[in-house]
RNA sequence: GCCGGGGUGGCGGAAUUGGUAGACGCAAAGGACUUAAAAUCCUUUGGAAGCCGCGCUUCCGUGUGGGUUCGAGUCCCACCCUCGGCACCA
């Protein structure tokens, strides 16, 4: 009775002998180099999906391969821990968010390890452990020390039925996720991280990311939102006030025909306070503050706006233009005011027509020398010549912001100015799962940071979850009533909690020093692992958490924690895992469970077949037929060595050294060679797995076919155990168990997760001979064998020469023949 | 609307620098084994036409239409479809 392909026990028991023997232990060791390879760690929600199983498995063969190529690889693991389902989980079940969050890890661990991955576990970390979320608070200290932490008022949306804030993606058009209500605006006092203090710096180190994918630097720039320009001050009449505005657009400056504020610009209600309809204006005003944001989800929204009745002076012309409010222009970019130039700006274009306002053209395209008096259709948003703009009349626009803006610093009423998209990081959270803020309120002080020796400010656990009031902090009296840590009055503890993104920011450095209890991480130890070799995670997290990620290595480095700018140089962003067309999702049902394919076909099958049916960065379709393809693959292999173990039996000298006598064996190694060249190549140069499984298919394909003929003598019989070697080192990183066992029973006392990387010999990875198509007119019709590096005329010659060529020729003469050495022959006529 | 990715057999995909389109796998069809079925193994498989005929020949074929080139899935221009990101960003 041959034994069958056990895959459950088999799976078992590597992964108990990997834990045991500690074999993906990383050791800081001399004389090998480093390499830190990691996923992105996953929230952990209760189970795992085939978004993680896919990603994980990427890292892990990258993981093995290293090792195998001799790396010390660091390669960990842990836990997004803090966050929002845990407390809508305590609401809904009545589990405490700390139990409900360890059930979950618990589990997902369980999982992870039967997949088989290559975790160093003593390394694994989980935020919502006061000895990591600690560092969150000690690095918030920091910031705030230098500025880059700070409280301002900002509007947030707000639910008046549950009394809390609302995260935007929790209203929903403009309704309360939870209870329907009408959102509102309201203005809180918030945390703010300086993000913008590093904008230039995010942007301009995008150009050491060469080894990220284009699109996400190109979202990450659009993002930061950088726009050069100019900032004019146009005077109010008859005030004290100046109106900035900023514009990439100085050179439209004669064809402003009204100034535009937002409802909540500070100088709003005082331009209104002398207006005959104040009562009105001001009411609008209010309503528009109050619904503001709540638009964002619809973006056909009516342009309004009223006239202020004031005028304002424009510094180039003198020309008194009226000042209007309106809803399009938004107070948190720039200066919360614009110049309006309706006949170069689509949107001021549509509200001048909307409220007949004059639309002035300053702009002509180039060639054009004036274009006739006519009524525009739509702004002109392009680069021109300048008309009816005074001294400027006739510059290129390029041209002329350089020459109106050196003017506007030479008289002072404006200068060049540089703005970005990007705002400061909110973090503040009225939520209780989340690091607190280390933060105390004295009446005598005002804000006052804890005392670092005081951290970690712990989350304290005899908290009430209702979900009905504001944050559950706030009601726990031992928590809030603290005292103050400079005068030792009484004091009131901040109860908001760090947005969860923080604890991801620097979680790649603490798996340098998991276990610090000093600082965040150990210096030396970061510096001998980072920066990440590579880095892999779904493309979801192009903008926030990678900037974030990036922005908070900036300001370890400027605290003097580490030297590197950046933490990843390079990123493997994943395609997402579809079925059906559609996202896997419970709503829509069509989620297939990892566990359930690990019963049926175990981790080396579905490892396998995730990486096989799609390049990495490329969408993944589910298909259940895929998988049993891969299934039966390793079954086929098991089989086929099962019955052959007797040739690991023999005491055959290797045939390494030497050439095989017969066809077949030239053929088997030719192809072993170019086989590990190839999967050598596809793992650690293209990361296209997929391919690098189908040329492993390749070749033990061919061994089945050749085997036949060479496992009759004693020197094809030797062949075959090195193809059969080389198969289960290349596949090793795939489908690691299978390999292990079937390693172990061809007689190898060493782990294969421990054995060298094949090497291939160049020699025999290139074919001795070649196929030369020989083309008529640029179309294939004949081919031709040649050996490699044949000389130029002869193999122009045999070309020539072939009977079908002969027949298209017809005894013409070709007018060329074009030659590319080794491919191919193309005949002109 | 702006920015970006993608469109190749019945399906997932391969073709790495402009040089044999369809590797590998799935599905399908036929055959072997079997009392039978499953499993397994072998063969065939882009489309069309032809041929004294079981293998070869010819033509067509990588979203559409043009272009560059001896040669284009790959480069250029225009368009269509699709997926993602941003969306009053001045």
Same mark, same amino acid.
């Given at each position: 009775?041959?034994?069958?392909?056990?895959?459950?026990?088999?799976?078992?028991?590597?992964?108990?002998?990997?834990?045991?023997?500690?074999?993906?232990?990383?050791?800081?060791?001399?004389?090998?180099?480093?390499?830190?390879?990691?996923?992105?760690?996953?929230?952990?929600?209760?189970?795992?999906?085939?978004?993680?199983?896919?990603?994980?498995?990427?890292?892990?063969?990258?993981?093995?391969?290293?090792?195998?190529?001799?790396?010390?690889?660091?390669?960990?693991?842990?836990?997004?821990?803090?966050?929002?389902?845990?407390?809508?989980?305590?609401?809904? $079940?009545?589990?405490?968010?700390?139990?409900?969050?360890?059930?979950?890890?618990?589990?997902?661990?369980?999982?992870?390890?039967?997949?088989?991955?290559?975790?160093?576990?003593?390394?694994?970390?989980?935020?919502?452990?006061?000895?990591?979320?600690?560092?969150?608070?000690?690095?918030?200290?920091?910031?705030?020390?230098?500025?880059?932490?700070?409280?301002?008022?900002?509007?947030?949306?707000?639910?008046?039925?549950?009394?809390?804030?609302?995260?935007?993606?929790?209203?929903?058009?403009?309704?309360?996720?939870?209870?329907?209500?009408?959102?509102?605006?309201?203005?809180?006092?918030?945390?703010?991280?300086?993000?913008?203090?590093?904008?230039?710096?995010?942007?301009?180190? $995008?150009?050491?990311?060469?080894?990220?994918?284009?699109?996400?630097?190109?979202?990450?720039?659009?993002?930061?939102?950088?726009?050069?320009?100019?900032?004019?001050?146009?005077?109010?009449?008859?005030?004290?006030?100046?109106?900035?505005?900023?514009?990439?657009?100085?050179?439209?400056?004669?064809?402003?025909?009204?100034?535009?504020?937002?409802?909540?610009?500070?100088?709003?209600?005082?331009?209104?306070?002398?207006?005959?309809?104040?009562?009105?204006?001001?009411?609008?005003?209010?309503?528009?503050?109050?619904?503001?944001?709540?638009?964002?989800?619809?973006?056909?929204?009516?342009?309004?706006?009223?006239?202020?009745?004031?005028?304002?002076?424009?510094?180039?012309?003198?020309?008194?233009?009226?000042?209007?409010?309106?809803?399009?222009?938004?107070?948190?970019?720039?200066?919360?005011?614009?110049?309006?130039?309706?006949? $170069?700006?689509?949107?001021?274009?549509?509200?001048?027509?909307?409220?007949?306002?004059?639309?002035?053209?300053?702009?002509?395209?180039?060639?054009?020398?004036?274009?006739?008096?006519?009524?525009?259709?739509?702004?002109?948003?392009?680069?021109?010549?300048?008309?009816?703009?005074?001294?400027?009349?006739?510059?290129?626009?390029?041209?002329?912001?350089?020459?109106?803006?050196?003017?506007?610093?030479?008289?002072?009423?404006?200068?060049?100015?540089?703005?970005?998209?990007?705002?400061?990081?909110?973090?503040?959270?009225?939520?209780?799962?989340?690091?607190?803020?280390?933060?105390?309120?004295?009446?005598?002080?005002?804000?006052?940071?804890?005392?670092?020796?005081?951290?970690?400010?712990?989350?304290?656990?005899?908290?009430?979850?209702?979900?009905?009031?504001?944050?559950?902090?706030?009601?726990?009296?031992?928590?809030?009533?603290?005292?103050?840590?400079?005068?030792?009055?009484?004091?009131?503890?901040?109860?908001?909690?760090?947005?969860?993104?923080?604890?991801?920011?620097?979680?790649?450095?603490?798996?340098?020093?998991?276990?610090?209890?000093?600082?965040?991480?150990?210096?030396?130890?970061?510096?001998?692992?980072?920066?990440?070799?590579?880095?892999?995670?779904?493309?979801? $997290?192009?903008?926030?958490?990678?900037?974030?990620?990036?922005?908070?290595?900036?300001?370890?480095?400027?605290?003097?924690?580490?030297?590197?700018?950046?933490?990843?140089?390079?990123?493997?962003?994943?395609?997402?895992?579809?079925?059906?067309?559609?996202?896997?999702?419970?709503?829509?049902?069509?989620?297939?469970?990892?566990?359930?394919?690990?019963?049926?076909?175990?981790?080396?099958?579905?490892?396998?077949?995730?990486?096989?049916?799609?390049?990495?960065?490329?969408?993944?379709?589910?298909?259940?037929?895929?998988?049993?393809?891969?299934?039966?693959?390793?079954?086929? #292999?098991?089989?086929?060595?099962?019955?052959?173990?007797?040739?690991?039996?023999?005491?055959?000298?290797?045939?390494?050294?030497?050439?095989?006598?017969?066809?077949?064996?030239?053929?088997?190694?030719?192809?072993?060679?170019?086989?590990?060249?190839?999967?050598?190549?596809?793992?650690?140069?293209?990361?296209?797995?997929?391919?690098?499984?189908?040329?492993?298919?390749?070749?033990?394909?061919?061994?089945?076919?050749?085997?036949?003929?060479?496992?009759?003598?004693?020197?094809?019989?030797?062949? #075959?155990?090195?193809?059969?070697?080389?198969?289960?080192?290349?596949?090793?990183?795939?489908?690691?168990?299978?390999?292990?066992?079937?390693?172990?029973?061809?007689?190898?006392?060493?782990?294969?997760?421990?054995?060298?990387?094949?090497?291939?010999?160049?020699?025999?990875?290139?074919?001795?001979?070649?196929?030369?198509?020989?083309?008529?007119?640029?179309?294939?019709?004949?081919?031709?064998?040649?050996?490699?590096?044949?000389?130029?005329?002869?193999?122009?010659?045999?070309?020539?020469?072939?009977?079908?060529?002969?027949?298209?020729?017809?005894?013409?003469?070709?007018?060329?023949?074009?030659?590319?050495?080794?491919?191919?022959?193309?005949?002109?006529?």
């Amino acid at each position: 009775m041959k034994p069958e392909y056990r895959f459950r026990d088999i799976e078992a028991k590597w992964q108990k002998k990997w834990e045991e023997a500690g074999t993906f232990a990383s050791r800081e060791v001399e004389g090998a180099p480093r390499y830190y390879c990691l996923e992105m760690f996953p929230y952990p929600s209760g189970r795992i999906h085939m978004g993680h199983v896919r990603n994980y498995s990427i890292g892990d063969v990258i993981a093995r391969f290293k090792k195998m190529k001799g790396f010390n690889v660091l390669h960990p693991i842990g836990w997004d821990a803090l966050g929002l389902p845990a407390e809508n989980a305590a609401i809904k $079940h009545g589990v405490h968010p700390h139990q409900w969050t360890m059930e979950n890890i618990d589990y997902m661990r369980s999982q992870l390890k039967k997949m088989g991955f290559s975790y160093d576990w003593s390394r694994e970390i989980s935020t919502c452990d006061p000895g990591y979320y600690r560092w969150n608070q000690w690095i918030f200290l920091q910031l705030y020390k230098r500025g880059l932490a700070y409280r301002k008022k900002s509007w947030v949306n707000w639910c008046p039925q549950c009394q809390t804030v609302l995260a935007n993606e929790q209203v929903i058009s403009g309704c309360c996720w939870r209870c329907d209500a009408q959102a509102e605006q309201k203005e809180m006092e918030q945390w703010f991280l300086k993000i913008t203090a590093y904008a230039e710096e995010l942007l301009s180190g $995008h150009e050491k990311l060469v080894k990220w994918p284009e699109h996400v630097l190109i979202m990450q720039k659009n993002w930061i939102g950088k726009s050069e320009g100019t900032t004019v001050s146009f005077p109010v009449v008859d005030r004290e006030e100046v109106i900035d505005v900023f514009t990439t657009r100085v050179d439209t400056i004669y064809g402003a025909t009204f100034l535009a504020l937002a409802p909540d610009h500070p100088l709003t209600l005082k331009l209104l306070e002398r207006s005959p309809q104040k009562d009105r204006l001001v009411k609008w005003v209010k309503d528009q503050i109050a619904q503001r944001s709540l638009h964002r989800e619809e973006p056909e929204e009516r342009k309004e706006g009223i006239d202020t009745g004031q005028r304002a002076v424009n510094p180039y012309n003198g020309e008194e233009i009226p000042i209007w409010i309106v809803n399009y222009v938004l107070m948190d970019y720039g200066t919360g005011a614009i110049m309006a130039v309706p006949a $170069h700006d689509a949107r001021d274009f549509e509200f001048a027509r909307q409220y007949n306002l004059e639309i002035r053209e300053v702009i002509v395209p180039s060639g054009f020398a004036e274009r006739e008096e006519s009524e525009l259709e739509t702004a002109f948003e392009e680069y021109g010549v300048l008309v009816n703009s005074g001294p400027f009349s006739g510059l290129e626009s390029r041209r002329a912001i350089e020459e109106m803006t050196k003017l506007a610093e030479e008289k002072g009423f404006g200068h060049r100015s540089i703005l970005y998209r990007l705002r400061d990081w909110g973090i503040s959270r009225q939520r209780y799962w989340g690091t607190p803020i280390p933060i105390v309120y004295c009446q005598r002080c005002g804000v006052v940071g804890v005392p670092e020796e005081e951290l970690p400010v712990v989350l304290p656990s005899d908290v009430e979850f209702k979900g009905l009031e504001g944050s559950p902090l706030e009601k726990v009296a031992s928590f809030t009533n603290t005292t103050c840590p400079q005068c030792g009055g009484p004091a009131r503890r901040e109860t908001d909690t760090m947005d969860t993104f923080f604890d991801s920011s620097w979680y790649y450095f603490r798996y340098c020093s998991p276990h610090e209890s000093s600082q965040p991480f150990n210096p030396q130890l970061g510096a001998y692992w980072m920066p990440v070799d590579l880095y892999i995670g779904g493309v979801e $997290h192009a903008i926030l958490h990678l900037i974030y990620a990036r922005f908070f290595c900036k300001v370890l480095r400027d605290l003097g924690l580490t030297k590197e700018d950046e933490p990843f140089p390079h990123l493997l962003a994943q395609g997402m895992v579809t079925k059906d067309g559609a996202a896997m999702s419970k709503s829509r049902g069509n989620v297939v469970d990892p566990d359930e394919m690990i019963q049926k076909y175990g981790a080396d099958t579905l490892r396998l077949f995730i990486l096989f049916a799609a390049p990495p960065e490329k969408e993944f379709a589910w298909n259940e037929k895929g998988i049993e393809g891969c299934f039966r693959f390793l079954n086929r #292999l098991w089989t086929y060595f099962i019955d052959h173990l007797d040739i690991f039996e023999e005491k055959t000298a290797s045939s390494t050294s030497t050439a095989p006598s017969s066809d077949s064996g030239r053929r088997l190694k030719t192809k072993v060679h170019q086989t590990i060249k190839k999967v050598t190549e596809d793992i650690e140069q293209r990361y296209h797995l997929n391919t690098a499984i189908s040329a492993i298919m390749e070749l033990f394909n061919l061994l089945k076919k050749e085997g036949e003929t060479l496992k009759k003598n004693p020197e094809g019989r030797a062949l #075959l155990r090195e193809t059969m070697e080389s198969i289960l080192l290349l596949l090793n990183p795939f489908a690691p168990h299978l390999g292990e066992e079937l390693w172990a029973m061809t007689g190898h006392r060493a782990m294969l997760a421990e054995t060298p990387w094949p090497k291939f010999d160049p020699q025999w990875a290139e074919e001795e001979k070649v196929t030369i198509v020989v083309q008529v007119n640029g179309k294939l019709r004949d081919k031709l064998e040649m050996a490699k590096d044949s000389e130029d005329r002869l193999v122009r010659e045999e070309a020539l020469k072939l009977p079908k060529i002969q027949k298209y020729l017809q005894g013409q003469t070709p007018k060329k023949v074009i030659y590319i050495p080794n491919k191919l022959v193309n005949i002109v006529l």
